[in-house]
């Protein structure tokens, strides 16, 4: 089974065209999309990639990016890959560890899918390629980060430092 709503993102390190070792839990902090497929050649990655790259989405890296997850390293060179994944944010799976880790295989193959994560790096959004319309619905939807949370979850805190005495601060 793929990861579910709520479930934490596993903490990949996979290769990318920029970084031979970058690692999955760098992104906290905004959305985090993740399209999942064995290659971008397969008639149904090939249709929702098109229809990602239609939308037009805009580009906003302080609240969503978004990062494909394929088993091809032919991938990095297909130019509907450079138009939707911009600054060639893909991932080489091509070893299936990463897959694996996303509990994204099936049987031998790689199920192809897409996941959204939230700022903490949670699940917040999983579905098909052939749902790929509830992606960009989904992302024309994301908060900004720090909205995400609702109001600031801190307690108001004020620091006054040196009013007690420190015999009274001790036995506090």
Do not use: C
Not at 95 to 120: C, F, K, S, Y
Not at 145 to 159: Q, S, Y
């Amino acid at each position: 089974m793929p990861l579910s709503p709520g479930d934490p993102a596993p903490w990949i390190e996979a290769v990318t065209p920029f970084n031979p070792r970058f690692s999955l839990a760098t992104l906290g902090g905004r959305f985090t999309i993740l399209v999942v497929f064995e290659t971008a050649a397969a008639p149904e990655t090939r249709a929702a990639l098109a229809r990602l790259a239609d939308a037009k989405l805009r580009r906003d890296d302080y609240r969503w990016k978004i990062f494909a997850v394929t088993a091809t390293a032919a991938d990095i060179e297909d130019p509907l890959l450079a138009e939707v994944f911009p600054d060639q944010r893909v991932f080489l799976a091509a070893d299936r560890r990463v897959a694996a880790a996303l509990n994204a295989r099936e049987g031998g193959a790689i199920l192809p899918h897409w996941l959204v994560l939230d700022p903490q790096t949670r699940v917040v959004g999983v579905g098909g390629l052939a749902r790929i319309d509830a992606l960009i619905d989904m992302i024309s939807r994301l908060p900004r980060a720090p909205d995400f949370l609702g109001p600031d979850p801190r307690a108001p805190v004020l620091l006054v430092p040196h009013v007690l005495e420190p015999q009274l601060t001790r036995a506090l």
